[in-house]
Antibody, heavy 122, light 107 residues
Framework: EVQLVESGGGLVQPGGSLRLSCAASGFTFSTYGMHWVRQAPGKGLEWVSS????????YSADSAKGRFTISRDNSKDTVYLRMYSLRAEDTALYYC???????????????WGQGTMVTVSS | EIVLTQSPATLSLSPGERATLSCRASQSISSYLAWYQQIPGQAPRLLIYDSSNRATGIPARFSGSGSGTDFTLTISTLEPEDFAVYYCQQRSSWPLTFGQGTKVEIK
């Protein structure tokens, strides 16, 4: 079964940092681009960051640039989102998603995890 | 950044009726548009990619059309499980962007 399982969320103080993980299974991880998408409570979807299958190309939203870093370990079938200098407005459910086309990054998101909640509050 | 504007914000319909959802892009995105369904408490699900292609396992009552700046998602006959929030998303250029969503609710 194709599956994505996120972890690493929690409560963090403003200015703090957190590392999210997304463990993949059921497909050839290294051939797919991967993404992080977030959803603030009661709000819509916001794309955060993407990484190619090899890991050599990354993209980030302006809201994430300079504060969030996406990376992957293909030996562990895992993608990460390292978040620094967190703000209250980063509070959201963070989803990991797979690109829908093998060998691509930025096509569509066909497999989603259940998300991990990040709460930034003092 | 390409802005996607969805309308209406809320659509109130009864099961068995036809639903027509709109997504307008701030500039041409060719056919590079996807649609997602999100049921409360669940992760989004890919319905349509590249404007009109149904994703794997998506029922035929869901169809997409459009190109350039104007796109439509049609649900031909609403089933009880179709009442949800629908988002469009463009892949024409970075940053990838989503519309704000259309809620399809039971009338």
């Amino acid at each position: 079964e194709v599956q994505l399982v996120e972890s690493g969320g929690g409560l963090v103080q403003p200015g703090g940092s957190l590392r999210l993980s997304c463990a993949a299974s059921g497909f050839t991880f290294s051939t797919y681009g991967m993404h992080w998408v977030r959803q603030a409570p009661g709000k819509g979807l916001e794309w955060v960051s993407s990484i190619s299958g090899s890991g050599d190309t990354t993209y980030s939203a302006d809201s994430a640039k300079g504060r969030f870093t996406i990376s992957r370990d293909n030996s562990k079938d895992t993608v990460y989102l390292r978040m620094y200098s967190l703000r209250a407005e980063d509070t959201a459910l963070y989803y990991c998603a797979r690109d829908s086309l093998s060998g691509s990054v930025g096509y569509a998101f066909d497999i989603w995890g259940q998300g991990t909640m990040v709460t930034v509050s003092s | 950044e390409i802005v996607l504007t969805q309308s209406p914000a809320t659509l109130s319909l009864s099961p068995g009726e036809r639903a027509t959802l709109s997504c307008r892009a701030s500039q041409s995105i060719s056919s590079y548009l996807a649609w997602y369904q999100q049921i409360p408490g669940q992760a989004p699900r890919l319905l349509i990619y590249d404007s009109s292609n149904r994703a794997t396992g998506i029922p035929a009552r869901f169809s997409g059309s459009g190109s350039g700046t104007d796109f439509t998602l049609t649900i031909s006959t609403l089933e009880p499980e179709d009442f949800a929030v629908y988002y469009c998303q463009q892949r024409s250029s970075w940053p990838l962007t989503f519309g704000q969503g259309t809620k399809v609710e039971i009338k």
